[in-house]
């Protein structure tokens, strides 16, 4: 019963991780960032410095259009 306990916490953490690392990383390439800064979602309290950096930020996809 044990082992079963242990393999639906994994599975379920694996979940988390996957509802949270593919809207962030398809969020961070849009406003065309290295996916590779969805990581910084999963750290908790950097992941809150993270979203204040990228929410006052230029993002290079936006660099040649003007500001709306």
Do not use: C, H
Not at 7 to 13: E, K, V
Not at 36 to 52: D, E, F, H, Q, S
Request: aromatic share 16%; charged share 5%.
């Amino acid at each position: 019963m044990g082992m079963m306990n242990g393999f639906g916490s994994g599975f379920l953490l694996i979940v988390y991780l996957v509802l949270i690392a593919v809207p962030v990383a398809k969020i961070v390439g849009r406003a065309g960032y290295n996916r590779w800064w969805t990581v910084l979602a999963l750290i908790p309290l950097v992941n809150l410095i993270a979203l204040w950096f990228f929410a006052f930020s230029q993002w290079p996809a936006l660099a040649g259009k003007s500001e709306q």
